[in-house]
């Protein structure tokens, strides 16, 4: 039976001795880039929406001030129940394959936000509103939290061993391209029905687009082949009976290390795809001042070099290792995260957007190479559960509430340099996760090199 590197070297065959044509491996590409972009396109319209208009609607008895926080807690909440989209996706993942999560998941985000888009307010039905908006967020991260593993081992369980990096970026990318279409349509909904119109009926628009998007999401996600990876699991039937007790029993380590290399990158994300920087930019009683609508275009545009950066770090690190590309990416987030308050405090929406472009280079190259580097990780047999949670984890200590820790820094210091230290510590989190990892590119993926998996990839240790 030929192993992946075998595979690779013949020009294509899968670990299940089957060919894997350019075609094939082109429809997975499109269907995961379809897919991801489809979850984080429902998940940041409720980020910005969050940031723009949900204080006043759900949240306005409970004071100006407190109810913007309470509108970024409903954020962050959801990321507490990724865990659980981890722990089943993963748990199913690794017993009846990668495909069936990916089209729950799709489907229940979907769900989700078509419904947030006709729930009545606080003004129509009082405190059931936010208790209702509360419960469809955390279906939303329920779903983001069992998406990502998902299509991250689709993608790179079907790559040629010498470009998993950049394979691996084709889900990556569609956070930018997800966050690019939720503010482009948030901005277009601003012009079409600005002002009153916009907070009583406009913003809704985009959630009821949600449901156009998961027809043509669930239609191609149905139409790619399961991972080639698990197909062999399968047909060996080493399907292990509980992998999320034996990925904490050997792995549990390295799963928090991996955690804190995602949270050093989504904590800083999180300043833009969780709405801060749009209600920091646009807070009447604010320093800056400006428009929603450039605004939301000024982020709608750094999500073109989000999406770019992230692309280039997935190729790029198919040249010079997973590891580098990161030390690389967190180096430029740095300086991105220094300049981010100082130029958007200029008031300038064109200088607004150079802060972002910016701040998203460091941002691309601390995300792309992440599918390919958490699947080099964790052996076959539970790589869904351990890409997963790793994932989940890092998205609580990270983006969970970095829109929340930086509006109540800015209320109690009336300062943006308390933020900035806080996104430059977990940058340097972030750093210091990755120096603590062994770069692992090119590590056979199938399941009978599952003893070369287990070795630990921690610098120090023979074995998680």
């Keep these: 039976m030929s192993s992946p590197n075998a595979g690779d070297a013949a020009g294509g065959l899968t670990p299940t001795g089957t060919i894997a044509s350019a075609a094939d491996r082109r429809r ?30 759900f949240f306005k008895p409970a004071g100006p001030g407190f109810a913007q926080i309470l509108s970024f807690i409903t954020v962050g909440i959801s990321f507490l129940f990724r865990p659980l989209g981890a722990f089943l996706a993963g748990h199913f993942g690794d017993k009846i394959g990668r495909r069936p999560m990916l089209v729950l998941t799709l489907l229940l ?72 279409l939720a503010s482009g349509v948030m901005a277009l909904m601003a012009l079409i029905a600005p002002g009153k119109a916009f907070h009583d ?20 996600r149905r139409r790619v082949s399961e991972s080639p990876v698990f197909q062999e699991i399968a047909e060996r039937k080493e399907e292990t009976r509980m992998p999320i007790v034996q990925l904490f029993r050997h792995h549990a380590l390295l799963v928090i290390i991996a955690a804190l290399v995602f949270a050093g990158n989504n904590a800083v994300g999180y300043m833009t795809t969780g709405g801060y920087v749009q209600r920091y930019a646009t807070d009447p009683a604010g320093p800056v001042q400006l428009d929603a609508g450039p605004v939301l275009w000024a982020v709608a545009g750094s999500g073109l070099t989000w999406l770019a950066a992230t692309w280039l770090a997935g190729w790029w690190s198919d040249k010079l290792g997973r590891r580098t590309t ?23 929406v064109w200088v607004l957007f150079a802060a972002l472009a910016i701040l998203t280079v460091g941002l691309g190259f601390t995300y792309g190479p992440q599918a390919a580097l958490y699947a080099e990780l964790f052996p076959a047999s539970i790589r869904f559960s351990g890409v997963s949670i790793s994932y989940a984890i890092g998205a609580i200590l990270g983006g969970a509430f970095a829109p929340t820790i930086a509006q109540a820094i800015f209320q109690a210091t009336g300062s943006t340099w308390g933020i900035t230290w806080y996104l430059a510590g977990m940058t340097v989190i972030g750093l210091i996760a990755t120096l603590l990892l062994r770069d692992r590119s090119g590590i056979p993926l199938g399941p009978e090199f599952e003893a070369e998996q287990a070795k630990s990839p921690i610098h120090g240790l023979a074995r998680a």
Excluded: C
């Design 109 to 180: 985000m979907g769900a989700a936000t078509t419904l947030v888009g006709v729930l009545p307010t606080y003004a129509v039905i009082g405190m059931a509103a936010p208790v209702l908006l509360i419960l469809l967020r955390v279906l939303q991260g329920i779903s983001a939290g069992g998406e990502w593993g998902g299509a991250v081992l689709m993608a790179v369980e079907h790559a040629p061993k010498a470009k998993r990096g950049l394979f691996g970026a084709s889900p990556q990318i569609g956070v930018p391209i997800g966050l690019l």
């Design 28 to 57: 997975v590409v499109f269907a995961t880039v379809v897919g991801t972009t489809i979850e984080w396109y429902d998940f940041f319209i409720y980020a910005s929406a969050a940031g723009l208009v949900f204080a006043d609607l």
């Design 201 to 220: 009926w406009g913003w809704r628009i985009p959630f009821l687009l949600s449901v156009v998007l998961i027809i043509i999401g669930y239609w191609v």
């Design 326 to 348: 990161y030390i690389i990416g967190w180096i430029l987030q740095l300086v991105g995260v220094f300049l981010l308050f100082p130029l958007t405090n200029v008031g300038n």
